[in-house]
């Protein structure tokens, strides 16, 4: 199966015709309430393709975790490792979106801040038992960190999805077989423009000399571009009508995560992932635009 640890957060998405400058009101937003967090949203997508997963998360005591939870439950997702942390408020996000399409973000981690080393070595054995670990960085880097530790001691592969973006030991590099990330975040760790499927086919072997196992670059609608033992390969994506690309990039992790978890190789496994991707960016919402099997395999 697939063990996930990361963030889960209540996202508020408040659509506004203009945003309100210090110290402004504005009246009329629309407020629509979403479940989001890379660690559930990512968990969510490889349970909703067909594989077996825990998630390794906390929320707050303000009344927004259960729903949270229950919703992962609903989604086929193991949150049995779901703590409640009293004094702490559940992650949240505050999103506005403008006509124009240009959204402005808030985050308040609240809870996740509280997953720490201690709970994942709790977990130790469900991660051992586990065939991938799954970890993004919106819980504290330490708890990432013993994370990726006790996966590769245990023999568990290492599924990194380095975002947000932020200088990786080499130590950490070397044990992570995928590493993911985008264009922006493969740029912050090469310390140069990547641009366009030529851009990545050149980027991915850097990140293996940086001392990845394998590295995997989503290109948005150009698909995604990965690298093992020195060779790259461009796997493209369907052309589908875009309507709300936000979770594309958790919708493809979480395929990745389940193809993976199910014995298929790395290549085979980025070939399905950018078909989910591309599923997930024509409905709204992150979680709300997260595929099914049949949907993938109709792309
Ligand atoms: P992120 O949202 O993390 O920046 P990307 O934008 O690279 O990630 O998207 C992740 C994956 O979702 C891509 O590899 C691709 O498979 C799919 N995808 C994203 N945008 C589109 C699009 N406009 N058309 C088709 N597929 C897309």
Same mark, same amino acid.
């Given at each position: 199966?697939?063990?996930?640890?990361?963030?889960?957060?209540?996202?508020?998405?408040?659509?506004?015709?203009?945003?309100?400058?210090?110290?402004?009101?504005?009246?009329?937003? @629309? #407020?629509?309430?979403?479940?989001?967090?890379?660690?559930? $949203?990512?968990?969510? *997508? &490889?349970? /909703? !393709? +067909?594989?077996? =997963?825990?998630?390794?998360?906390?929320?707050?005591?303000?009344?927004?975790?259960?729903?949270?939870?229950?919703?992962?439950?609903?989604?086929?997702?193991?949150?049995?490792?779901?703590?409640?942390?009293?004094?702490?408020?559940?992650?949240?996000?505050?999103?506005?979106?403008?006509?124009?399409?240009?959204?402005?973000?808030?985050?308040?981690?609240?809870?996740?801040?509280?997953?720490?080393?201690?709970?994942?070595?709790?977990?130790?054995?469900?991660?051992?038992?586990?065939?991938?670990?799954?970890?993004?960085?919106?819980?504290?880097?330490?708890?990432?960190?013993?994370?990726?530790?006790?996966?590769?001691?245990?023999?568990?592969?290492?599924?990194?999805?380095?975002?947000?973006?932020?200088?990786?030991?080499? @130590? #950490?590099?070397?044990?992570?077989?995928?590493?993911?990330? $985008?264009?922006?975040? *493969? &740029?912050? /760790? !090469? +310390?140069?423009? =990547?641009?366009?499927?030529?851009?990545?086919?050149?980027?991915?072997?850097?990140?293996?000399?940086?001392?990845?196992?394998?590295?995997?670059?989503?290109?948005?609608?150009?698909?995604?571009?990965?690298?093992?033992?020195?060779?790259?390969?461009?796997?493209?994506?369907?052309?589908?009508?875009?309507?709300?690309?936000?979770?594309?990039?958790?919708?493809?992790?979480?395929?990745?995560?389940?193809?993976?978890?199910?014995?298929?190789?790395?290549?085979?496994?980025?070939?399905?992932?950018?078909?989910?991707?591309?599923?997930?960016?024509?409905?709204?919402?992150?979680?709300?635009?997260?595929?099914?099997?049949?949907?993938?395999?109709?792309?």
């Amino acid at each position: 199966g697939v063990f996930v640890m990361g963030s889960i957060n209540q996202d508020f998405v408040l659509r506004v015709e203009r945003r309100p400058g210090p110290g402004e009101t504005v009246t009329d937003a @629309e #407020l629509s309430l979403h479940p989001g967090g890379k660690g559930a $949203n990512q968990s969510a *997508a &490889a349970a /909703l !393709l +067909g594989a077996e =997963v825990a998630f390794l998360g906390r929320v707050g005591d303000d009344g927004l975790g259960e729903p949270l939870v229950r919703n992962l439950r609903e989604k086929g997702v193991d949150a049995g490792l779901v703590e409640r942390v009293a004094g702490r408020s559940t992650g949240a996000a505050f999103i506005t979106v403008t006509p124009d399409g240009e959204n402005a973000i808030t985050v308040a981690p609240g809870a996740n801040r509280a997953l720490l080393p201690p709970d994942v070595e709790a977990a130790r054995e469900r991660i051992a038992a586990s065939r991938v670990l799954v970890a993004q960085m919106e819980i504290p880097r330490e708890t990432v960190f013993r994370g990726v530790e006790v996966a590769s001691e245990a023999g568990t592969r290492v599924l990194l999805n380095l975002a947000p973006p932020f200088e990786v030991p080499g @130590e #950490l590099l070397g044990l992570l077989d995928p590493l993911v990330v $985008n264009e922006h975040e *493969a &740029a912050f /760790l !090469l +310390g140069e423009p =990547v641009e366009g499927v030529e851009g990545a086919l050149a980027a991915a072997p850097e990140l293996l000399g940086l001392g990845a196992r394998s590295a995997v670059i989503t290109l948005g609608p150009a698909g995604a571009v990965f690298a093992l033992e020195g060779r790259a390969e461009h796997a493209s994506a369907p052309r589908v009508r875009a309507v709300d690309t936000t979770g594309a990039g958790d919708a493809f992790v979480g395929a990745l995560a389940a193809r993976l978890a199910a014995g298929e190789a790395l290549g085979e496994a980025v070939a399905y992932a950018v078909r989910a991707g591309a599923a997930a960016v024509t409905r709204e919402g992150a979680q709300g635009a997260l595929p099914t099997p049949e949907v993938v395999e109709g792309l």
